[in-house]
């Protein structure tokens, strides 16, 4: 990632590293357990650059805003186990539970916007106080098929970003240094793209995290802060509409959005908005996906008024940051060979907060923050995995 022109110090470079090992096991093919899995995975996080935890003197730091330094990955330790659970199917898998060291995300929050690099939410990490994917703790999930599209679906997990900031690694399994739980629920809607002509996902998700937090301008405290988001994504158009064999992956049109709030006056951000294009299959390249996004979060009062008085404290710009900080943001998935893909991203940063770096002197002007991310999938590679 780089920012040529946007935050407190322009023109700096980031690179994050994630290869991820990892392992699923059928316990009714191994031992005969009727609908039992275990799944395993460790992501290790070298080589970085221009990284690490204080944000401020890193990538993070540089770029300053939310929007484009929770883009990268701020990994502060050589690993971290992401994944470790025992999963169970029953009643025809119209129930589905799981259990172990896990992330939310994995089941509330799903990525919509088609590029892995870009779907990241405020609400979601920085409101919610979830740690940042693919960094595990545990948790349990489990979802209900009440009818053939609509499932119901609960969570609870531990709420620990200490052990982060301790530099550990997923493996210290005590819950000493948890602040607190994290409840989600909500419903899911979905109609595949294999069995439906023009398929698309709903989730309406709450959650409530029972942490302490401390408003970062009066310096007050409390516990408990709660939220609720609705992602969507929806096939609105098929190039072969009229043909009568269903493709998984059409060539088509999609439209996804978002809509998130957090109901607390000392979340560093109160809501989220967004929607965006996404189109499979240009120039007859069914794996490719490109993409076009707007978002648009609201920052709080308290977090602008806490970053103006860093600010003068500092001998900087005493004037109020907006609180209505925008992104457009161009991206794609461009497969070079299957199991290789290369994703770019172009974004523009309207009135960019200064969440990571709140101490700078002067309040970030407009700009561009451009990134890249390669993805190769050695599964597929050696024929480990058919995915």
Not at 91 to 108: A, D, E, K, L, W
Not at 152 to 178: C, I, K, M, S
Not at 311 to 334: C, F, K, W
Request: overall charge positive; glycine content about 12%; proline content about 6%.
């Amino acid at each position: 990632m780089t920012n040529p022109d946007t935050g407190p110090r322009p023109g700096r470079f980031s690179l994050g590293t994630g290869i991820a090992l990892g392992l699923d096991a059928n316990l009714q093919k191994i031992i005969g357990v009727k609908g039992g899995e275990i799944h395993f995975e460790e992501i290790l996080f070298r080589p970085t650059a221009n990284g690490g935890y204080p944000a401020g003197p890193a990538w993070a730091g540089a770029v300053g805003s939310y929007f484009a330094g929770i883009d990268q990955h701020n990994d502060i330790a050589g690993g971290w186990l992401a994944l470790l659970t025992y999963q169970q199917k029953l009643f025809h898998n119209r129930v589905n539970f799981s259990v172990g060291r896990t992330h939310p995300r994995r089941y509330f929050f799903f990525n919509n916007c088609d590029n892995v690099l870009n779907c990241t939410d405020p609400i979601m990490q920085a409101s919610a106080g979830i740690l940042p994917p693919p960094y595990a703790t545990w948790g349990g999930y489990v979802t209900a098929r009440m009818f053939n599209d609509v499932s119901f679906e609960a969570g609870a997990f531990e709420a620990n970003l200490n052990q982060y900031f301790q530099h550990g690694n997923g493996w210290r399994w005590d819950t000493r240094t948890a602040s607190g739980y994290l409840l989600l629920g909500g419903f899911n809607y979905r109609r595949l793209q294999v069995t439906h002509l023009y398929g698309g996902r709903y989730q309406l998700s709450g959650f409530y995290n029972s942490s302490q937090y401390t408003d970062p301008y009066t310096k007050t405290t409390h516990y408990g802060r709660a939220g609720a988001e609705f992602r969507g994504q929806q096939l609105i158009w098929r190039r072969d509409h009229n043909h009568p064999v269903l493709s998984p992956i059409p060539k088509g049109l999609n439209v996804f959005g978002t809509l998130g709030f957090a109901a607390d006056p000392s979340a560093p951000f109160k809501a989220l908005a967004e929607g965006g294009f996404s189109y499979h299959g240009l120039f007859g390249r069914l794996l490719d996906r490109e993409q076009i996004k707007f978002s648009y979060v609201r920052a709080s009062r308290h977090q602008m008024l806490y970053q103006r008085n860093l600010r003068i404290a500092a001998g900087g710009d005493p004037r109020m940051g907006s609180q209505d900080i925008m992104r457009l943001e161009a991206s794609g998935h461009i497969s070079i060979y299957p199991g290789v893909a290369f994703e770019p991203s172009i974004q523009y940063i309207f009135n960019p907060d200064n969440y990571y770096n709140p101490s700078a002197k002067k309040i970030s002007s407009n700009g561009v923050v451009l990134a890249g991310q390669l993805m190769i999938d050695m599964g597929f590679l050696s024929g480990l995995s058919a995915h």
